[in-house]
């Protein structure tokens, strides 16, 4: 006890995080004391942070090391979606450097909180136990309400905000009451002493209850149906780079979330989970495919998309082999970076009144910037999963992954579900080339969003070209989770 | 030994009877000055079972602020007590009804623990017994080093909030005449006053 007391805990695990969160405090004590401070120089001092901490990820070993008494761990799967999320980070605060100019809330926290947010994702992605997950959950959840509602003059960003407080708040509440089974029925919160009671004793009715109800909580969290109701008017109401965030990061470290809750805590009640995560990826492909069709507004549309987009990555879940597992990561990293490309386009849609969302305004994209055209119809072909774009090869490893696990039903309702969201992604590129063009947009786009742009289309086309790298890093990665 | 039993009765009496006060003085200024007495008390029986840290928190937290803050209420709010207890008879059912299944629930708790005693060896973080640790280290221990994660965890969510506060409702208004000290502390004689040579027999 003596000597318990009298030791540090071994903080250098944790050493991404601990810098991000002082780098984040010290950007804010910068805002707070300089006069005037603008998004712009926080935002440059985020990206910088987020560089430092990108290099510390990398040197980190890749063997599993367990901290603060094993609440929190470290290895090759946390630092591959450490890194995926710094990304996919990263890219959402370059994405709002013009546009909170323009729309006139530009106010220093914004890239602050958007650190906090990743800060609270990494710690989701590194969570070892019930309360380590539900802290994280909270830390992401909170800067996101806030960042939803963050321009506050604007009445659907408010409600975005308020709307996306009240559901997440649901959804933690059942989340709570899930671990607070799972607790009550092993006793124990870390996920490796969980499984060693379900391994024992098997899984009691009291635990099935608790791991249905996290479940609920973290299919929120993505956005999988049937706890997809926010995401249509959060996407639709939050600024534009905010969406792009929303529809990037948080996806990814939920995803992170609930590969270890599933594997890290319940392997051996596989059969039990895999009816649960079966149903909601059917639903959420369907869903997102069909009520994607009717929509006018592409943020909108967006979010139907990634609805059906988790649910495409849950069916590499519900395939519960390594495999699977790598699917799942290839998946992810193939969404986001395609994603950020989509919410470029859509950040160029820009006239003198404003910024502008409807899939209408698109018309006549090709004669006015035949480039941005050509990369978004190109997106769009990568998104609804036609050869050889990444998103054909995304779609490939989960359903492979299904068919090798013998999910026949599973694999064959996905592919139909990928070739009726096709008529909505196409769609798009039939209003861009082919209808009466409506007035141009403002020319040129801001660098820093082309650049964005630019390396999401090159990797989307040339994926196929040397994907090995990724696919490598992605079985590392689930390889390290696998047990 | 005596002395303690002595001392847990007097103080749990003192307790017991200033909370009865608190509902049923006449003057809501004495309710809270009884309020504060039944928090003392029940300092000193926590003193009595060795929880001096709980202690301490209760005086410091109760009665420096909580209590604080209640008579403050209570002097600045213009509310009619005499009214408000009109009726007060009525609300004594659901008073009891509350009551009663608290005690039930208390019963329940500590009735678990005698049927199956091993129930309270399972929880996560067991205190160590009081005569190896005495409390204040033992939360210590638990706070500060066992889960010192979540805990720093903790502050960053309640410091997220507190930014998230501000940048949702702080607005800076402009012509707002605001006190800047260091205006009127460097302001000279020269810059207010102006020194005009009156003549006798003539205004200025």
Redesign the interface.
């Known amino acids: 006890?003596e000597e318990?007391?009298s030791s540090v805990?071994a903080i250098l695990p944790?050493l991404p995080e601990i810098v991000l969160?002082v780098g984040a405090?010290a950007l804010?004590m910068f805002g707070v004391f300089r006069e005037g401070c603008t998004a712009r120089e926080t935002s440059i001092g985020a990206l910088i942070l987020f560089v430092l901490v990108a290099a510390l990820l990398i040197v980190e070993p890749n063997e599993r090391v367990l901290?603060?008494?094993g609440?929190?761990v470290v290895d090759g799967f946390t630092k591959f979606m450490k890194l995926l999320t710094l990304l996919a980070a990263a890219a959402a605060i370059v994405m709002s450097l013009s546009f909170i100019r323009r729309e006139g809330f530009d106010?220093f926290?914004f890239p602050?909180?958007i650190g906090?947010a990743t800060?609270?994702m990494f710690?989701m992605i590194s969570a070892n136990g019930l309360?380590?997950l539900y802290?994280?959950l909270?830390?992401q959840s909170?800067?996101l309400?806030?960042i939803a509602?963050?321009h506050?003059d604007n009445t659907r960003a408010t409600e975005a905000?308020l709307k996306y407080f009240i559901l997440g708040a649901l959804a933690s509440g059942m989340l709570l009451y899930g671990s607070s089974l799972i607790?009550g029925f092993t006793?124990?919160?870390e996920f490796p002493a969980i499984a060693a009671v379900i391994a024992a004793d098997g899984a009691s009715i009291g635990a099935i209850f608790g791991i249905v109800f996290v479940l609920a909580g973290l299919a929120f969290k993505i956005s999988a149906v049937p706890f997809h109701m926010w995401t249509p008017d959060v996407y639709e109401g939050a600024p534009t780079p905010v969406t792009a965030f929303f529809a990037g990061a948080p996806k990814v470290a939920a995803m992170a979330l609930l590969l270890r809750v599933l594997f890290g805590a319940f392997p051996a009640m596989e059969d039990q989970w895999q009816q649960i995560v079966i149903f909601i990826s059917i639903a959420s492909m369907v869903l997102g495919a069909f009520a994607a069709i009717g929509q006018t507004n592409i943020k909108r549309l967006l979010a139907y998309s990634s609805i059906s987009h988790m649910g495409f990555a849950l069916v590499g879940v519900a395939a519960g082999s390594p495999e699977g597992l790598r699917g799942v990561l290839i998946y992810l990293v193939i969404y986001v970076v395609m994603n950020a490309g989509v919410f470029c386009c859509v950040l160029a849609m820009n006239r003198k009144e404003g910024y502008v969302e409807n899939i209408a305004d698109l018309a006549g994209l090709s004669r006015h910037q035949p480039m941005v055209a050509f990369l978004l119809a190109m997106l769009m072909f990568s998104l609804a999963g036609v050869p050889p774009l990444a998103g054909f090869f995304g779609k490939f490893y989960v359903f492979m992954a299904a068919i090798e696990a013998g999910l026949y039903p599973l694999a064959v309702i996905g592919v139909l579900a990928s070739v009726v969201g096709a008529y909505y992604y196409l769609r798009i590129v039939k209003i861009m080339y082919f209808d009466d063009p409506a007035e141009p947009f403002e020319q040129p786009m801001p660098g820093e969003i082309a650049a964005v742009l630019g390396v999401s289309s090159v990797f989307t086309m040339l994926f196929f070209v040397y994907p090995a790298p990724l696919i490598m890093g992605a079985q590392a990665a689930a390889t390290a989770l696998f047990p | 030994m005596i002395a303690t039993a002595i001392a847990f009765y007097l103080f749990a009496a003192i307790t017991v009877a200033a909370g009865f006060m608190v509902i049923a003085a006449r003057n809501p200024v004495h309710s809270v000055l009884f309020l504060i007495l039944a928090f003392f008390n029940a300092a000193a029986l926590f003193v009595l079972l060795g929880a001096e840290f709980l202690a301490l928190i209760l005086v410091i937290v109760y009665v420096g602020a909580v209590a604080v803050l209640f008579l403050f209420v209570v002097m600045m709010l213009d509310v009619d007590f005499a009214e408000l207890r009109q009726g007060f008879l009525q609300y004594l059912p659901v008073g009891a009804l509350v009551g009663i299944i608290l005690l039930i629930e208390l019963v329940l708790v500590f009735g678990s623990w005698v049927i199956a005693p091993e129930a309270a060896g399972i929880a996560a973080a067991p205190a160590p017994a009081i005569t190896e640790v005495h409390n204040t280290r033992a939360l210590g221990q638990i706070v500060y080093t066992q889960y010192v994660y979540l805990f720093q965890a903790a502050g960053m969510i309640l410091l997220i909030a507190m930014i998230g506060a501000i940048v949702l409702t702080l607005r800076h208004k402009p012509n707002v005449k605001r006190q800047v000290i260091r205006n009127q502390v460097g302001r000279k004689r020269e810059d207010a006053i102006e020194m005009k040579k009156v003549e006798p027999g003539q205004g200025l």
Do not use: D, K, W
């Open positions: 006890m318990a007391a805990p944790a969160a405090m804010l901290a603060f008494g609440s929190f106010r926290e602050i909180l906090l800060l609270g710690m309360i380590a802290m994280g909270e830390l909170f800067a309400y806030v509602a963050f506050r905000g607790y006793g124990s919160v």
